[in-house]
T-cell receptor, first 109, second 116 residues
Framework: TQLLEQSPQFLSIQEGENLTVYCNSS?????LQWYRQEPGEGPVLLVT?????EVKKLKRLTFQFGDARKDSSLHITAAQPGDTGLYLC?????????FGAGTRLTVKP | GAVVSQHPSWVICKSGTSVKIECRSL??????MFWYRQFPKQSLMLMAT?????????EQGVEKDKFLINHASLTLSTLTVTSAHPEDSSFYIC????????????FGPGTRLTVL
């Protein structure tokens, strides 16, 4: 059983469309992180959210942490082919980190 | 700053042999290092957590005698896959915490292991 549930698992959209990826858990985390991973490479940290209700923006990416610090969402506006990749959420606990199953995003030109 | 390297980046070995993968923090001291395994099109699964100078803590279902972890210094951890079998073929990724910043892990680029 995955500690963190991500949805959708796969997403294929056209360039210019918007999308939202969800990360849900029954556990409370001290913080939650979002990563993007390209094939054959390690994950790269996009953002860390710490406070319940927190919203962070990174250019066309908007990250939100749920009020109860159990869930998070990633919204991409006007997706571009360069956004293609595996998006992973990770819950940070006591000196460890648990990853969601990931959302594989493909943005077609 | 906060760069983690892994060596080798890929390795192919015969079934029954052992393979050692190195994980180094290049510009910081890593109090804790983590080893993950990632199968194709799947997420990262934590295998073990190691603190410098102490024994690694393995996740349930990970055989400690098969995946030997040594964290001998604050900048180096090694993972040895002993008596490798084809089902051990995977992408192995390490990460490291910087002293005083335990909420952030810095990931290595990964090592692709293929066991024939």
């Amino acid at each position: 059983t995955q500690l963190l549930e991500q949805s959708p698992q796969f997403l294929s959209i056209q360039e210019g469309e918007n999308l939202t990826v969800y990360c849900n858990s029954s556990s409370v985390f001290s913080s939650l992180q979002w990563y993007r991973q390209e094939p054959g490479e390690g994950p790269v940290l996009l953002v860390t959210v710490v406070t319940g209700g927190e919203v962070k923006k990174l250019k066309r990416l908007t990250f939100q942490f749920g009020d109860a610090r159990k869930d998070s969402s990633l919204h991409i506006t006007a997706a571009q082919p360069g956004d293609t990749g595996l998006y992973l959420c990770a819950g940070v606990g006591n000196n460890d980190m648990r990853f969601g199953a990931g959302t594989r995003l493909t943005v077609k030109p | 700053g906060a760069v983690v390297s892994q060596h080798p980046s890929w390795v192919i070995c015969k079934s029954g042999t052992s393979v050692k993968i190195e994980c180094r923090s290049l510009d910081f001291q890593a109090t804790t290092m983590f080893w993950y395994r990632q199968f194709p099109k799947q997420s990262l699964m934590l295998m073990a957590t190691s603190n410098e100078g102490s024994k690694a803590t393995y996740e349930q279902g990970v055989e400690k005698d098969k995946f030997l972890i040594n964290h001998a210094s604050l900048t180096l951890s090694t993972l040895t896959v002993t008596s490798a079998h084809p089902e051990d073929s995977s992408f192995y990724i390490c990460s490291a915490n910087q002293r005083g910043h335990t909420d952030t892990q810095y990931f290595g680029p990964g090592t692709r292991l293929t066991v024939l």
